[in-house]
């Protein structure tokens, strides 16, 4: 099994942004979050779960659930976030987005700047 990878928020300002992608692994990817993070994975595979880990509770302490997305097979494109930091972030203040599997996906980190 490999580790959990960095995955670094790319900023999206008015001059533009052309994204890096980075390939998925089922272990998946820590994503320093400060609230302006999205998500854009792309799926030329078959369907997949990705799966943003929720570490913490939610406000007046009920259990918070993980998030999972279904990215369709072949043609899959979906932006996903954002994600608020009291509900997804780690002691470290990042976010954890985990594949179900990772042949054909591709996934960028990107913050409003």
């Known amino acids: 099994m490999a580790a959990i990878g960095t995955l670094a928020p790319q900023a999206i300002t008015r001059s533009g942004l052309t ?3 980075s390939a998925a692994t089922v272990d998946g990817f820590y994503v320093e979050n400060d609230g302006h993070v999205i ?11 990705a799966t943003i880990v929720t570490p913490n509770n939610a406000p007046g302490g009920y ?3 993980d998030d999972t997305v279904v990215i369709p097979g072949t043609t899959g494109d979906e932006m996903i976030g954002p994600f608020p930091p009291h509900l997804f972030n780690d002691m470290q203040g990042r976010l954890l987005v985990q594949f179900s599997g990772a042949t054909g996906v591709t996934v960028a980190a990107l913050r409003l700047a």
């Open 19 to 21: 994204p890096s992608y």
């Open 39 to 49: 998500l854009h994975i792309k799926n030329t595979g078959a369907q997949i779960n």
């Open 63 to 65: 259990a918070q659930t």
